[in-house]
């Protein structure tokens, strides 16, 4: 395992696994958000976009969180796992609130020297929310991931389907043995 794309839905804490699992495997760890998001909240084109995320999975290892199906033939071209964080709509639902409110609250930038930090109202009251992104997707991603298990587009990935944080935790232990 030294290719690994951790997958799953708005606040399902790819990013807290994705980095006890890099340090756990001594790999880089890689955010695709902060690949795709520019100062100020502008959105990469995908011109911009595919060629960072090619270097970054250019190397001999990484963990990569993150989704962006439209980089999905970049990613998994040399990809050896792929592990989905699947846990319930609850769960991921107050993870994603209780992440939300400590972020608005600490005003802390989330990429370095990008200014993005999450507002109140970016957060609750806009069109651009994170959580109608997470209402409108929740089911279409868990469809989505459960049919790319089958897939014979990636049959030369391991794909771990991990289903609690309890699960993920034993799964992050079982990496000291």
């Not at 951790?6 to 690949?35: H, R």
Request: hydrophobic share 40%; with cysteine.
């Amino acid at each position: 395992m030294k290719k690994v794309n951790v997958i799953g839905t708005t606040g399902s804490g790819k990013s807290t696994f994705s980095e006890l699992l890099a340090n756990k495997l001594n790999c880089p760890y890689i955010q695709m958000d902060q690949l795709y998001w520019q100062p100020n909240w502008v959105e990469s084109t995908d011109d911009a976009f595919f060629p960072k995320v090619r270097a970054a999975v250019s190397t001999d290892s990484w963990i990569l969180d993150g989704n962006y199906s439209r980089t999905n033939d970049i990613k998994w071209e040399n990809a050896d796992t792929i592990i989905w964080l699947d846990f319930s709509y609850l769960r991921t639902f107050f993870q994603l609130f209780k992440r939300t409110v400590i972020r608005v609250l600490s005003k802390q930038e989330l990429w370095l020297d990008t200014g993005n930090a999450e507002s109140f109202r970016r957060s609750f009251m806009s069109k651009k929310s994170i959580f109608i992104w997470f209402f409108l997707n929740y089911k279409k991603n868990k469809a989505k991931y459960a049919a790319l298990m089958n897939s014979s587009n990636i049959k030369h990935v391991e794909f771990i389907r991990l289903r609690s944080p309890k699960e993920a935790d034993r799964f992050l232990r079982s990496m000291n043995r």
